[in-house]
């Protein structure tokens, strides 16, 4: 007993003896030890495999040998990757203009209406907490042709032909974005009330005395101080459309992907490089040009940001 | 209060034609908005003879569908991983990303910067890119098939602990100050003192962690290949797959995928909205 307190005394003698500074940096080094820990083993680590492997001719079945930059050649001969190049782009172009504008259009005239003003907002902001997984299933349901099909029902009760939706190399990317375009704009309806909310409302009291119109204070009191959050917004869904995976996979599970690649996202053809044809090294070449290509969006953020 | 405070005569907002007209497109656009959820819900309680015919409010409704997947056994089980997959990461989370964001906001010690930067910088690191190297890691310590499989690459966000940062910085140092000067510990000063400082900022990073682990698909299908270990999304795709076109049955999985995250925002919904909020203009 007395042999532990002597210890005790021992350590809290140690303890005490140290600075307020110092005891400081011990505790913060303690209490960042198991994160760090985390952050080397989960994050650092496998970011400089995944380049490693870019350059290896890693399979499930053999072992990675080193292959130069093979995988990148490969890729940029594989026409199968310019298709898909092609679509990720597409799906980035055609759902953050039409996401963004719809949901301030949504946004600008929701932040004026009083009446039932939470419920109105709720309606929007449902689908976000959807699954993707499970609402692909409701809208490929939505696509069928007549009788299963509720859009083709409309249009053919409104005299207009069916149309093949899913079925269509044409037509099947815009019915896969529309999904992910619905799934996402209660949350960027939610941020742009934010950024209406934070303009003072004296800048507002100022242009009405000096007797500006509606569409005069849009557009240089209203949208220039929306700027952050439209930056931010713009990015934000950048990133998620040229990401798009979950929305595509089960909208056609026979042939994800198709028809004939048409729908294919950069995403989906590393998922099926990887874990279709094991083919490791190759896949993880195209995460590589996934990474550069969200780099160079964010990049291209943080030079927004800085000019305003 | 402000009309209460206002003369008489503007009490009542004018109400103009165009008021009118926005806000019935808004209520249009919203109904709208909801009606795929309701075709949803609806066909879920239709029995397979009414599901061509498309009215909203089926003409008898029936838990048979219900009764019969969740009777199955596979829902369940996947409804039981979703809610242990999501609430043991969030409250990883909830620890880990404010511990960090408390000590990189709170105390002075060189090499506070480089960890910041260091963590900041995994934000620019895309899941696809890291899939690969977790998969290996997954197979060579046996974590496929396993809840740690699915969960671990989410332990910890540098996203949350950027968010948790941001909130720590507003809290102010006397307040800390007093309770070393009361002879706490730093770990208690944490817990019990800045922790309750910032729950709109606890609630917010649940509520994101807790949606986006709810709704994770790419990860859950690479690290599971046996059904029992299925996430809930995971689950319904290879169900709805086998069901071909019982539409009534897969609309009814889609619902029970979705009405959890559905019924918890009709009681939230305030927080929620804060929390999106406060998420989007800090982080």
């Known amino acids: 007993m007395s042999a532990v307190a002597h210890r005790e005394a021992a350590r809290g003698g140690l303890w005490s003896r140290r600075s307020l500074g110092q005891k400081q940096v011990i505790w913060a080094w303690s209490f960042l030890a198991v ?21 290896t001719d890693w399979t499930i079945t053999k072992p990675a040998a080193f292959v130069g930059l093979e995988n990148y050649g490969r890729l940029l001969g594989d026409p199968l990757f310019w298709q898909v190049f092609r679509n990720t782009f597409l799906y980035l172009i055609l759902g953050t203009p039409i996401s963004l504008l ?77 999904p992910a375009v619905w799934a996402g704009l209660g949350f960027q309806i939610i941020i742009f009330l934010a950024g209406l909310r934070a303009i003072p409302v004296t800048y507002y009291e100022a242009a009405r005395i000096d007797g500006l119109p509606e569409g005069a204070i849009l ?14 917004l713009v990015v934000f869904s950048s990133i998620g459309f040229l990401r798009i995976f979950d929305q595509v996979y089960n909208i056609n599970t026979n042939d994800p992907g198709g028809p004939l690649n048409s729908t294919k996202p950069l995403v989906l053809m590393i998922y099926q490089t990887a874990f279709s044809s094991y083919e490791m090294g190759y896949a993880a070449a195209q995460t590589v040009v996934l990474f550069v290509i969200l780099l160079v969006i964010s990049l291209v953020q943080l030079r927004l940001m800085r000019d305003r | 209060m402000k009309a209460a405070a206002s003369p008489p005569g503007l009490v009542m907002p004018h109400i103009r034609p165009g008021r009118i007209l926005a806000w019935t497109l808004l209520f249009i656009g919203g109904v709208i908005m909801v009606t795929p959820l309701l075709f949803m819900l609806s066909t879920s309680l239709k029995d397979a003879s009414q599901v061509y015919d498309l009215r909203v409010i089926p003409e008898t409704p029936t838990l048979d569908n219900y009764i019969e997947i969740l009777g199955d056994g596979r829902f369940t089980r996947w409804l039981v991983n979703s809610t242990i997959v999501a609430v043991i990461v969030t409250l990883s989370n909830v620890f880990f990303d404010s511990l960090v964001g408390y000590t990189l906001a709170k105390f002075r010690f060189r090499g506070r910067y480089v960890v910041f930067i260091a963590i900041l910088s995994t934000l620019m690191i895309p899941t696809e890119m890291l899939v690969l190297p977790w998969y290996l890691m997954a197979s060579q310590f046996g974590w496929i098939d396993s809840y740690w499989g699915i969960m671990f690459p989410g332990m910890m966000t540098a996203f949350g602990t950027f968010l948790m940062k941001q909130f720590f910085e507003g809290v102010p140092d006397d307040f800390l100050e007093a309770a070393r000067i009361d002879g706490l510990n730093e770990f208690t000063i944490w817990w019990k003192i800045a922790m309750p400082l910032v729950t709109p900022a606890l609630s917010a990073l649940a509520i994101f962690t807790f949606l986006g682990n709810w709704t994770a698909f790419f990860w859950p299908l690479i690290v599971t290949t046996s059904a029992e270990l299925y996430t809930l999304p995971v689950g319904l795709s290879s169900f709805a797959v086998e069901q071909s076109i019982q539409w009534e049955k897969i609309m009814t999985g889609a619902s029970i995928a979705t009405l959890p995250t559905l019924i918890i925002f009709l009681f939230l919904q305030r927080y929620i909205v804060r929390g999106v909020m406060l998420a989007g203009l800090k982080g």
């Open chain 1, 35 to 55: 994160p760090l820990v985390f952050y080397v083993v989960i994050r650092f680590w496998p970011t400089f495999q995944a380049f490693y492997l870019s350059v």
């Open chain 1, 102 to 178: 719809i949901s301030f259009v949504v946004a600008y005239y929701l932040d004026r209406v009083r009446f039932m003003h939470s419920f109105i907002r709720a309606l929007y902001f449902l689908p976000f907490l959807t699954t993707a997984a499970a609402m692909a299933w409701v809208w490929r349901w939505f696509y069928q042709p007549v009788p299963i099909g509720v859009i083709n029902d409309v249009l053919s009760s409104l005299g207009i032909p069916q149309q093949p939706f899913l079925r269509s190399t044409t037509q099947a990317l815009p019915a896969v974005l529309a």
């Open chain 1, 219 to 232: 557009r240089k009191i209203t949208l220039p101080l929306l700027k952050p959050t439209l930056v931010f």
